[in-house]
């Protein structure tokens, strides 16, 4: 149960966006997948971005609501809501119509696909 708690607070910090442009909301706009290795397990990562800045980010079946919002810099801030608390970052991204890439500030990169 730690290592999901681990999970969920590090997908809350993965969040981000960079090189978005004007149009970046709408590239960043839908559901998006991964799968990330814990141990010997494959955890599945589900992000939907909302047209209205809210964002859920899901890690198997416990699910985080938050706000996203598209600087003007390109960075998307991100706050999830945890049990007890807040979750902030902001952070870079890479996004095309099927593919996000999220770079979290130590220079980890997680791929996203569109789910269709």
Request: aromatic share 6%; net charge positive.
């Amino acid at each position: 149960m730690r290592a999901l708690g681990t999970i969920v607070l590090v997908c809350g910090f993965l969040l981000a966006g960079s090189a978005l442009g004007q149009d970046g909301n709408k590239l960043l706009v839908g559901k998006w997948e991964t799968s990330q290795k814990v141990g010997d397990k494959d955890i599945k990562v589900v992000v939907d971005f909302a047209k209205d800045g809210k964002v859920v980010v899901t890690v198997r079946d416990v699910s985080l609501r938050g706000t996203y919002k598209v600087k003007e810099d390109g960075k998307v801030e991100v706050a999830l809501q945890l049990k007890d608390s807040t979750s902030k970052g902001t952070y870079e991204v890479k996004a095309t119509p099927d593919t996000l890439e999220l770079k979290d500030t130590s220079g980890k990169v997680d791929k996203f696909k569109r789910v269709k």
